[in-house]
């Protein structure tokens, strides 16, 4: 049953944004909330799982019994979730990481000249957290990322899925009205190798629960 389909087992969730810094007092970033990673954590935790939960920058309490690392940029995220990864079953890439990082942050403010009217930020690519994990030969858990997409829902994350040698893929159409990055709720596809399945636009916390004994039911 669902209260126990974790039992034992180590779960690593990723969640959140990261900052890429600019200067010291500027970042890049973007609006993921966290909603839907620690909902996952709370839900592997009730499920009977060890749960680490790595979170960027968010306003969200803990769920109770889990265990949380606080990070704030793509590399500190990529850090943590290759040690947290080691020795765990699960490893679930909620987190929105932010693609690019400036090549370098400045070490102080970066002042505007008089009469300037533009203005670049040099970007380098941040390693691939979820790619990382996957592409492992040893230590190597059941590997779960999501998919935010605006089109072309189900090619692109199938497309993913495949390019980043995931076990799963959560989709989830970031243009309907009231779902995605910032909303309570969500409705996604769930694909994998057995094919596609839609779950029906519910709470994140539902969705969660649902999304949980999925995955249990593949990974073990
Ligand atoms: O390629 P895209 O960013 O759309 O892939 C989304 C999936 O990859 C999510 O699971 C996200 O957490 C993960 N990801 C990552 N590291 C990155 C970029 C994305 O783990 N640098």
Redesign the pocket.
Known sequence: TYSSALQGRKVVI?AGPTREAIDPVRFLSNHSSGKMGFALAAAAQSAGANVTLIAGPVNLDTPPQVERINVIS?QDMYEAAERAADHCDIFI?????A?FRPVQAAEQKIKKKNGQDDAAIALIK??????AIAARTELRPFTV????ETEQLQAHAQN?LQR?NLDMIIANDVSLPDSGFNSDHNAVLVIDSDGCERLAPALKTNLARQLIDLIASKAL
């Open positions: 990723t793509a890439s909620a987190a929105a990481v693609d941040n390693p691939d957290i979820v790619a990322g999501f998919a935010a993913k980043k």
